[in-house]
C-alpha cells in the first residue's frame, strides 16, 4: 500500500506514513545513511556484481518512491536532488522547519488547545476530536502530550448540560485518573 502524495499541507502526517513504508520494503536505509556504492573492482566475482547492482537499485528505488509520492509542485523544486536522503532533507526542512519553527507551531497548536471551548450545538464527539487532532498535531511535531490533558480541557469546558454527568463521575470515579476513552464513554 503507497502513502498519501505530499502536498505540503500533511507533511507531518505524510512523513510517518512514508517513513514506515520506506522501512516495510527495506529502503529506510538509504534515505536514512546515503550510503556510497564504490566502483567494481576489474574482476569481480558474482557476488560482488550481485551486491553492487543491489545496493545501486536501492538508491534508485528509494529515489522514484520519493517522487512519486509528492504532488507536481514539489516534484519541481526535488527533481534536481541526487539522492533520497538530499530528497528526504530538503522535504523536512522546507515543512518541518528547523527547531524554532517546530517550537513556533508547537507553541502556536497549544495557544489554539488553549482557547478551545465547547459550543452548545456541538456535540462532545466533535468536541473532542477537534481536542485530539490539535493533540496529535503536537505530537507529530515531537513533543509529549498527555491524554490527561485532554480530559481536563473536556472537564473544564464542556457547557452545564453535562454538569448532571460530571457529578456522577466525580462521585463515582477519580477524575484524576479518568483515562479519556472512559470520560467520553460516560458523556
Not at 105 to 126: A, G, V, Y
Request: proline share 2%; hydrophobic share 40%.
Amino acid at each position: 500500500m503507497a502513502p498519501l502524495v505530499c502536498s505540503g499541507y500533511n507533511y507531518t502526517i505524510w512523513a510517518v506514513r512514508m517513513e514506515a513504508y520506506l522501512d516495510a520494503v527495506d529502503l529506510w536505509e538509504v534515505v536514512e545513511d546515503d550510503y556510497d556504492v564504490p566502483l567494481l573492482s576489474d574482476n569481480p566475482t558474482m557476488a560482488q556484481v550481485k551486491n553492487h547492482k543491489e545496493r545501486k537499485t536501492r538508491k534508485s528505488k528509494a529515489k522514484t518512491c520519493l517522487f512519486a509520492v509528492v504532488s507536481a509542485t514539489i516534484f519541481t523544486r526535488i527533481m534536481s536532488l541526487k539522492s533520497a536522503k538530499a530528497i528526504w532533507s530538503y522535504l523536512k526542512f522546507e515543512y518541518e522547519g528547523d527547531d524554532r519553527i517546530k517550537g513556533m507551531k508547537m507553541l502556536n497548536l497549544i495557544r489554539d488547545f488553549e482557547l478551545q471551548k465547547m459550543k452548545e450545538s456541538k456535540t462532545i464527539k466533535e468536541y473532542s476530536e477537534r481536542l485530539l487532532s490539535i493533540a496529535n498535531r503536537v505530537r507529530l511535531l515531537g513533543s509529549e502530550f498527555k491524554d490527561s490533558r485532554i480530559v481536563e480541557k473536556i472537564l473544564v469546558t464542556i457547557p452545564e448540560r453535562f454538569e448532571a454527568t460530571i457529578t456522577t463521575l466525580e462521585n463515582t470515579k477519580d477524575l484524576f485518573k479518568i483515562t479519556l476513552a472512559e470520560l467520553l464513554n460516560s458523556l
